[in-house]
């Protein structure tokens, strides 16, 4: 990737394009992050870097987080995540890293944590079909059904769809267009909706094209 960003999720509305068309966007607080640290094939084994979002108390750190930001002399910052850009020469400890890195027609792909929706059943978690309600099918309408295990193999095989959370897990939307940049507000509207609640933190990075062999 050539460039990423850590925001927050602001909500979602609508905005006009060129053509007086109504755009469904997400806003997303795009930085400001500030480099915390920063990684190199000599020393780590890959090109990376660090950054941090977010103003935190230092009470609210853990030792070992609070240390590791005074070294690198930054702002105490609660969120920090990873990224291995193809270019961090220009990049360095201290460097602060704002929204308008995007620009309008960019293409990004947006990580975050889904909603979480509680423990749920297997229709609502896999689209799986009830029981015929009619005929004597019972108290068992929404049941899972069988397990399909005899006495060989004597156990159920991982991945089998059935009952439990659903939600709360990593999810990555590709492609979505960045419809506006509001580098003073530190603002990027996305168009289509991205993972997670209203501020739940989101990672922009900037969508990496196929190359076709041959």
Known sequence: ??????????????IFDSNGKVVPVTVIEAGPCVVVQKKTVEKDGYDAVQLGFGD???????????????????PLKKYLKEFRLADISKLNVGDVIK??????????????????KGYSGVI????????????G????????????????????FKGKIGAG????????????????????MNLIAV????????GGIVYLKNTVKNVKNG
């Open 56 to 74: 935190v108390k230092e009470k609210r750190l853990t030792k070992p987080e609070l240390g590791h930001l005074k070294k690198a002399g930054v």
């Open 99 to 116: 929204a308008d890195i995007f620009a309008e027609g960019d293409r990004v792909d947006v990580t975050g944590i889904s909603k979480g």
């Open 1 to 14: 990737m050539e460039k990423a960003i850590i925001g927050r999720k602001v909500g979602m509305t609508q």
């Open 191 to 198: 168009r289509g909706a991205v993972p997670g609640p209203k």
């Open 137 to 156: 099918g019972g108290p068992i309408h929404r049941h899972p059904g069988s397990m399909s295990a005899n006495s060989d193999p004597s156990r159920v």
């Open 165 to 184: 959370q659903l939600g709360n897990e990593q999810v990555t939307i590709q492609n979505l267009d960045v419809v506006k940049v509001d580098a003073s």
């Open 124 to 135: 609502k978690r896999h689209n799986a079909r009830r029981t015929p309600m009619s005929h």
